[in-house]
């Protein structure tokens, strides 16, 4: 991905208008206008490359290849596996999927497929076999894009037995999986391998170690496609880069195992914009840009964004004016080699026909949205000496999906609202607000390069990682845990002897009870010196501890448990490390992550106060650290005189800062610096 500067495009779906050449026509134009110069086609356009089983027509595709090619524009090209046409369906049955209750699903939407099917696996090769024969050498190829947003699963005879032969090689005996999951509750234990089926709406779902095998099975089953996919493009030829597209913050699939499928990580981002303040839903966004940024430690593509409103929220919000702008900016500035927006071109019909697009219904480009996409494309052609440029952050949270999926599996001790993705965000803003960058990581990986690790709710542990954060601690790092954390083993199994499992020495205390509060309880944390002093609303759950080497920092005012600690740490090898008793306000986090950083004597990127609507974030080369300041804010933006004292030894490549020390609203400033500077 290096030295191509920074992709900008979109989806583009000529086959909806081979018809009607001059709309063709024009869109070269007007791509060429708006400074696109990579598109993506091909994905859901299978029924265009085989009409009938056997017959193939990639003609079309070809001459659009070439033609944009030749005017300075490249392609990601699609393969079609994510909507099959009607002829497969109606002949092989077996490529539908069928649900959770026994029911085969007919043809129609996309993601219908079975990922086991031999069938669907065969006639995937084959299309793409086609597709690399034609495009393997071909210049203007960048890359391939299998499949479209992997999601869902299904339930048929072929993915039962697939499963059976899943769990036999995970567990090796039927005893040793009776006892990972706890079967002798409710007398559910099973006697062979072979009597096992997959959760049920209508049969069994309160096996927990089923439930999140059952999900572990399907993360798998997808890499396992995924791999086949690519592997079927690489036979034939094909050289260039494999790349999917995830999601926002999907809980469907561990993307950190199917990272491992792909050679380039990209993802579709959809903010709320406007519906609360900006910086809100962009510290939100960034958690999930640096998300996936952390998959391979290596830039990603942002490969689908909406340039005005989608049609498929609750509520189709315009972007206002230079919202677009800052937001691309935004993936840039978190790693992002790219800018692609779907859709090019607005579908005449059907489903998105409402999406928005670069190119609208009326067809012309004296549009607002196109201008401001025109505007993005000058601005990145200019910057592309951005690509390639990595983060390197001292900081990194703990976010796990596996961890997800058993703890709002696990009936207590809040069936509605543990929170853990909004308490994960508010750690994340803390650490954000300050000026750092942050990686955001599973449990798979490892904790050696960061100085502060922020790991809330680990309620499962798995890969080992209560050794890894013993270590982490040990060895001089800071480590920030909370309340509901080390409670099962990776199959769901409560630890006996005492939690948080094998950090009870770190932590210097033991969880003795969690309260779970109703929605209108409040309880508020104080300073354990009984001083006046800041004061923290808490809400949700309250952990209830022992202490055992560690001090309270902060105990809670109010219920049975008054007095009782609510913030602690502990001195450990050479580290510390903080644990969190309760669900706490942003402003707790802020606060509590500000000492940990100053304590530690971790820098952030700039000096100085940053503004509450100003996110701060950096690449960097060999030779360069690039800054970047945006306002989300629809107001101008104050910079304080000692942040902007910190950024007089750069070089200012884009934005303004006024002689006020202001960014102007919705602006996005970037600063040069050498990295060699004396």
């Avoid at 597709?131 to 299904?154: D, K, T």
């Avoid at 006892?179 to 049969?203: K, L, M, N």
């Avoid at 049975?560 to 008793?581: D, Q, S």
Wanted: proline share 4%; charged share 25%; aromatic share 12%.
């Amino acid at each position: 991905m290096k030295n191509l500067g920074i992709w900008h495009g979109g989806d583009y779906s000529p086959e909806q208008w081979l018809d009607e050449p001059e709309i063709l026509k024009k869109d070269l134009e007007y791509m060429k206008k708006a400074g696109i110069n990579t598109v993506t086609m091909g994905m859901f356009a299978w029924s265009f490359l085989e009409p009938e089983e056997g017959v193939f027509d990639l003609s079309w595709l070809k001459e659009r290849v070439d033609i944009l090619y030749k005017n300075g524009i490249s392609t990601i090209m699609g393969t079609p596996s994510g909507a099959r046409p009607k002829w497969m369906a109606d002949r092989y049955q077996e490529v539908l999927r069928v649900d959770d209750t026994g029911r085969r699903q007919r043809f129609g939407g996309r993601h219908n497929h079975c990922c086991t099917s031999p069938v669907y696996r065969e006639k995937i090769k084959t299309v793409n076999e086609k597709l690399a024969e034609q495009f393997a050498s071909h210049p203007g190829v960048r890359m391939w894009h299998i499949s479209n947003e992997y999601g869902g699963e299904c339930h048929c005879p072929l993915c039962q037995d697939a499963f059976r032969k899943w769990l036999e090689k995970r567990y090796g005996t039927i005893e040793r999986l009776n006892r990972s999951w706890c079967t002798a509750f409710w007398s559910h234990g099973y006697q062979s391998f072979d009597q096992v089926e997959s959760p049920s709406s209508i049969g069994e779902t309160m096996v927990h170690g089923l439930n999140l095998d059952w999900k572990r099975f399907v993360t798998d089953q997808t890499m396992d496609f995924a791999r086949w996919e690519a592997a079927s493009l690489r036979e034939a030829g094909a050289k260039q880069p494999v790349t999917t597209n995830f999601m926002y913050d999907y809980q469907g699939l561990n993307y950190r195992k199917l990272s491992q499928a792909v050679d380039v990580i990209s993802w579709d981002t959809y903010p709320l914009w406007h519906k609360e303040k900006e910086i809100l839903t962009a510290r939100d966004n960034g958690m999930q840009h640096d998300f996936m940024r952390s998959l391979k430690k290596k830039p990603f593509l942002l490969m689908e964004s909406c340039p005005s409103s989608t049609n498929w929220q609750g509520v189709s919000k315009l972007k206002k004016p230079g919202l677009l702008r800052l937001a691309s900016w935004q993936a840039v500035a978190h790693g992002s080699d790219s800018v692609l927006y779907f859709q090019i071109r607005q579908s005449p019909g059907s489903w998105e026909k409402f999406h928005g697009a670069v190119i609208d219904h009326y067809g012309k480009t004296d549009t607002r949205v196109f201008e401001e996409v025109s505007l993005i494309g000058k601005e990145l052609a200019f910057l592309g000496e951005l690509a390639g440029t990595g983060v390197r952050p001292q900081a990194a949270l703990i976010y796990d999906v596996e961890n997800r999926w058993a703890m709002e599996d696990a009936q207590g001790p809040r069936n509605k609202g543990l929170y853990y993705h909004e308490t994960c965000v508010k750690i994340y803003s803390a650490i954000k607000k300050m000026g750092f960058n942050v990686d955001v990581i599973t449990m798979e990986d490892s904790l050696e390069d960061y100085r502060l690790v922020a790991a809330p709710m680990l309620y499962l542990y798995r890969s080992k990682i209560e050794e890894k954060m013993e270590r982490f601690v040990r060895s001089g790092g800071q480590l920030v845990t909370t309340y509901w954390s080390g409670i099962v083993d990776e199959s769901d199994r409560c630890f006996s002897g005492g939690v948080p499992h094998g950090l009870r020495e770190v932590m210097g205390l033991r969880s003795t009870e969690i309260d779970g509060l109703y929605d209108w309880e409040r309880n508020y944390m104080v300073p354990a010196s009984g001083e006046k002093g800041e004061r923290y609303e808490c809400r949700n759950l309250c952990d209830l501890v022992r202490l055992d080497g560690a001090e309270a920092l902060m105990v809670y005012e109010n219920d049975f448990y008054k007095g009782y600690p609510a913030l602690t740490r502990n001195h450990y090898g050479k580290g510390m490390a903080y644990y969190v008793c309760a669900d706490g306000e942003q402003d707790f986090y802020d606060d509590l992550f500000w000492k940990v950083a100053c304590e530690a004597g971790i820098k952030p990127l700039v000096e100085g106060l940053i503004p509450e609507e100003v996110e701060v974030t950096s690449r960097e080369s060999d030779q360069y650290e690039y800054l970047f300041l945006q306002n989300f804010s629809r107001q101008p933006a104050v910079l304080e005189q000692k942040l902007l004292d910190s950024l007089s030894d750069g070089r200012r490549l884009l934005g303004e800062i006024s002689g006020k020390g202001e960014i102007e609203p919705y602006g996005t400033v970037i600063i040069r610096r050498d990295l060699h500077r004396s």
